[in-house]
């Protein structure tokens, strides 16, 4: 067992001061960040706050950036990553306290892209083939992390952007054969606040740890409107 220098960026919301607390902990080779901060909660500073919760990189609790990269803090091992290790909370989003942000902006995006199936005709029976449920298989991986937000400079100077994860899912249903909201979709995808404000710099696919590709979707709905105001 080997020792760790771990700094973490603190926030406390009474004073609105920011510190950087720095923190000796023991590892092992298969030790991950998330087992890290849980061990300096345990053990050294109970006043530490962050969010987890299944340890698993399915919840998308746990993201955080961890030497300057927006990741998961359960999927990032301490011997794969050079030290000393620093972990900050999400960039581009207002911090509640130490490594926890405000979710309040995407989840309200996410409720504006109506993430549920739209249907004109009465429920029946529907089949669907292997092959029509390819394309919602990648962004159906969302996890809603938020890593893709923390690391897409659109997002970083304009918050009005619906950003890389609730466009992601727009595109999801847009391409679910059993949905049948196409132009109520395509309608949000073209808001002006929408697609058309992503500049594709890709920083959104590079973060996402469940290889989503966010920018590729979005890519794919502006070629949608584009062809559909040519009908």
């Known amino acids: 067992?080997?020792?760790?220098?771990?700094?973490?960026?603190?926030?406390?919301?009474?004073?609105?001061?920011?510190?950087?607390?720095?923190?000796?902990?023991?590892?092992?080779?298969?030790?991950?960040v998330l087992d890290a901060l849980v061990y300096i909660k345990n053990k050294i500073d109970r006043t530490l706050t962050f969010r987890y919760s299944c340890r698993m990189a399915i919840c998308g609790s746990?993201?955080?950036?961890?030497?300057?990269?927006?990741?998961?803090?359960?999927?990032?091992?301490v011997a794969e990553i050079r030290t000393p290790i620093v972990v900050e909370p999400l960039y581009n989003f207002d911090v509640i306290k130490d490594l926890v942000v405000d979710m309040d902006v995407?989840?309200?995006?996410?409720?504006?892209?109506?993430p549920y199936i739209?249907?004109?005709?009465?429920?029946k029976e529907i089949i669907v083939k292997s092959e029509q449920q390819e394309p919602i298989i990648n962004p159906s991986a969302c996890i809603n992390c938020m890593l893709c937000y923390a690391a897409c400079p659109v997002f970083g100077y304009d918050q009005t952007f619906k950003g890389p994860a609730a466009l992601s899912l727009l595109y999801r249903y847009l391409m679910d054969p059993i949905d049948q909201g196409r132009e109520e979709r395509l309608k949000i995808a073209n808001d002006k606040d929408a697609v058309w404000k992503c500049s594709f710099w890709g920083e959104c696919s590079n973060a996402c740890p469940k290889n989503v590709d966010p920018a590729f979707n979005i890519q794919r709905m502006k070629l949608m409107l584009g062809l559909s105001s040519l009908k």
Not at 4 to 25: G, L, M
């Open 1 to 32: 067992m080997t020792e760790a220098k771990i700094f973490v960026r603190r926030y406390d919301p009474e004073t609105k001061k920011s510190w950087i607390s720095e923190y000796n902990v023991p590892v092992e080779g298969d030790t991950m």
């Open 62 to 77: 746990c993201g955080m950036v961890i030497n300057g990269r927006p990741m998961l803090a359960c999927q990032t091992k």
């Open 106 to 114: 995407f989840m309200h995006y996410l409720k504006e892209m109506k």
């Open 118 to 123: 739209i249907r004109k005709e009465e429920p």
